[in-house]
């Protein structure tokens, strides 16, 4: 059974860094065929995918969060991670990690199998 589990900070400052790591267990990283998002949730709103990592460390950004977004991962740990930059209040969301199969692309909603149960950061000074 994989299980996926969001860490990082609660509550940033606006302009600095948000910095998220997502833990996998149950399956490796670097498995092909697979590849590995983030998701966020702003308070009453739908889910806006942000970006991948695929098996072979190749990394695609939504086009809208590109310039502020990066997704590293360290094969070691079977940890994959989101930081972005220059938050806002805006930025204030549960943010999701979750497995896709078959798209290393990542933004497919209907083939992330596997969710982490998700975080809440809060932008606030």
């Known amino acids: 059974q994989v299980q996926l589990q969001e860490s990082g900070p609660g509550l940033v400052k606006p302009s600095q860094t948000l910095s998220l790591t997502c833990t996998v267990s149950?399956?490796?990283?670097?498995?092909?065929?697979?590849?590995w998002s983030w998701i966020r949730q702003p308070p009453g709103k739908g889910l806006e995918w942000m970006g991948v990592?695929?098996?072979?460390?190749?990394?695609y950004y939504s086009p809208s969060l590109k310039s502020r977004t990066s997704i590293s991962r360290d094969t070691s740990k079977n940890q994959f991670s989101l930081q972005l930059s220059s938050v806002t209040p805006e930025d204030t969301a549960v943010y999701y990690c979750?497995?896709?199969?078959?798209?290393?692309?990542?933004?497919?909603?209907?083939?992330?199998?596997?969710w982490g149960k998700g975080t809440l950061v809060t932008v606030s000074s």
């Open positions: 979750a497995r896709v199969w078959g798209d290393r692309y990542g933004s497919n909603w209907s083939r992330m199998d596997y």
């Open positions: 149950g399956g490796s990283i670097t498995t092909n065929y697979y590849a």
């Open positions: 990592i695929a098996y072979d460390g190749s990394t």
